[in-house]
């Protein structure tokens, strides 16, 4: 449960940013889907679920601060190509990784607030490999290419996100490989 005002207010920022993440890579998803990349629209797919967690995490940490509150969080905003997503999406999580979350977690540890460095931890360690597969996706798209997966995995608890595998025990917050949600092609037919 968060005391500090200043770790409430990050917290709060940090939830919209991850939840209009979640929306945009739903969105963007689609689209790539309509221009023929089944496995990017699979990644756009997986990687809004682990944004989801993060939001999802970011709010417990918030847990006993309540009311109504105008929140301010940053996004990429606009629709274009699948190429043009991907820049967005790697612009945002580029964001998140060099500028967001390490001063959310200064002021975090700095103010003893544990399940917000937790959060913010978990969410900061996805975003990089979000930000590298984003990358690896465009470079690929700007080939005119799809790019190579079976799967994708996230934990349901911390957000971390695996290509092609399902480790036995999350590397970053622990917990057991049965705690992992896979995502295949099916889910994005759906």
């Known amino acids: 449960m968060v005391k500090n005002d200043q770790t409430a207010q990050n917290l709060r920022s940090a939830y919209a940013g991850e939840?209009?993440?979640?929306?945009?890579?739903?969105?963007?998803?689609?689209?790539?889907?309509?221009?023929?990349?089944e496995n990017v629209a699979l990644l756009f797919k997986a990687i809004a679920n682990a944004e989801q967690v993060h939001a999802g995490n970011h709010f417990e940490a918030h847990g006993n601060v309540d009311g109504g509150f105008l929140v301010a969080g940053g996004g990429e905003f606009g629709?274009?190509?699948?190429?043009?997503?991907?820049v967005g999406a790697i612009a945002g999580e580029e964001g998140e990784i060099?500028?967001?979350?390490?001063?959310?977690s200064l002021v975090a540890k700095d103010q003893g607030?544990?399940?917000?460095?937790?959060?913010?931890?978990?969410?900061?360690?996805?975003e990089q490999i979000h930000a590298k597969l984003f990358r690896n996706a465009k470079e690929h798209v700007d080939n005119g290419?799809?790019?190579?997966?079976?799967?994708?995995?996230?934990c349901q608890v911390?957000?971390?996100?695996?290509?092609?595998?399902v480790p036995d025990k999350c590397p970053v917050c622990g917990e057991p490989k049965s705690k992992f949600r896979k995502f295949t092609k099916q889910i994005v037919a759906e």
């Not at 993440?21 to 023929?36: C, F, L, N, T, V």
């Not at 290419?145 to 996230?154: F, H, R």
């Open 158 to 165: 911390c957000g971390h996100t695996v290509v092609d595998d």
């Open 98 to 104: 060099e500028q967001m979350y390490p001063s959310y």
């Open 113 to 126: 607030e544990s399940d917000a460095v937790r959060s913010f931890h978990y969410s900061l360690e996805a």
């Open 145 to 154: 290419e799809d790019i190579e997966l079976e799967y994708v995995s996230i």
């Open 79 to 86: 629709y274009g190509t699948t190429s043009e997503n991907l």
């Open 19 to 37: 939840s209009m993440a979640y929306q945009r890579y739903i969105a963007w998803g689609r689209k790539a889907k309509e221009e023929g990349f």
